[in-house]
């Protein structure tokens, strides 16, 4: 009955057969069929879906994060976009599962999120994962910046404060789900209170994206400060209200070079842009 996959628990009995129950744990993504609210507590070097996800991106259908997406093109394995996965990001990952399957659990691997890494919170939604290593009450984890939240939303479940109390059915952050907050102000460099932190922060932060002007070769984490060579006006994609809007669009034949920004424009506004690569 084994199915050499550890994040699942084998069974087998007389009556029933083999049977495999997924495990819920830091080292084990689990997906089901449709929309998923997902972060990556674990990330190998090579963060190629392929590397990341195993067997399990042939049902990819998309992976999106705050004006980024990567979608399988061509029928050969490949991917396509502008989405660089990052630790201290939630994405909503669309599988698309064989019928009959509810769900799989993939391994993860590479070395895990230090629970010290800091999360640039802003007034607009943003989209982050959890790095404590234990499923921690919402309330605790926030720690002294708790009063500075007004709302966390998961995949299905949510967490307000309409007065002085927190309220709804999200009541723990676990590892390898994502979450959509909107903070009340600013917060610069927001770290959850975990019990397995040691007050060590090991990452380098800067830009990481090497099509922007400061793209800083040796940082590990984006800490969004990215900026790039385009018009005054234009805006760097991300979510800007709680609407949570986004567009996408795919252009063949494009008379453009790696390096040019391509913009999208409402009534003669820029509301968005993304960096032309050469991939």
């Known amino acids: 009955c084994d199915d050499a996959n550890p994040c699942t628990y084998d069974s087998c009995s007389p009556e029933e057969g083999c049977a495999h129950e997924p495990v819920q744990s830091n080292d084990c993504l689990l997906l089901h069929d449709g929309n998923n609210l997902v972060s990556f507590s674990r990330l190998p070097e090579d963060q190629d879906l392929w590397t990341v996800l195993g067997d399990a991106a042939v049902g990819v259908v998309r992976l999106m994060g705050e004006g980024t997406i990567t979608i399988p093109w061509g029928g050969d394995g490949d991917f396509i976009g502008n989405l660089r996965l990052d630790r201290a990001a939630g994405y909503w990952l669309t599988m698309n599962l064989p019928d009959g399957v509810d769900w799989i659990a993939v391994p993860l691997g590479g070395a895990p999120t230090d629970p010290d890494i800091a999360y640039q919170i802003t007034p607009d939604v943003e989209s982050v994962s959890f790095p404590c290593e234990d499923w921690t009450p919402i309330e605790a984890a926030m720690g002294e910046s708790a009063p500075l939240f007004d709302q966390w939303v998961g995949e299905g479940i949510a967490a307000f404060k309409p007065a002085d109390a927190w309220i709804g059915s999200l009541t723990q952050f676990k590892a390898n789900d994502g979450y959509e907050v909107i903070a009340s102000e600013a917060i610069a460099d927001f770290r959850f209170s975990c019990v397995d932190s040691d007050g060590q922060d090991p990452y380098t932060y800067g830009c990481t994206d090497p099509l922007a002007l400061n793209f800083d070769e040796a940082a590990q984490v984006s800490d969004?400060?990215?900026?790039?060579?385009?018009?005054?006006?234009?805006?760097?994609?991300?979510?800007?209200?709680?609407?949570?809007?986004?567009?996408?669009?795919?252009?063949?034949?494009?008379?453009?070079?790696?390096?040019?920004?391509?913009?999208?424009?409402?009534?003669?506004?820029?509301i968005g842009f993304t960096m032309l690569s050469d991939a």
């Open 224 to 270: 969004e400060s990215c900026s790039y060579g385009v018009p005054d006006g234009w805006h760097n994609p991300g979510f800007v209200d709680a609407s949570k809007s986004q567009a996408w669009a795919f252009f063949y034949s494009v008379p453009a070079e790696a390096g040019d920004a391509l913009g999208a424009f409402a009534d003669g506004q820029n």
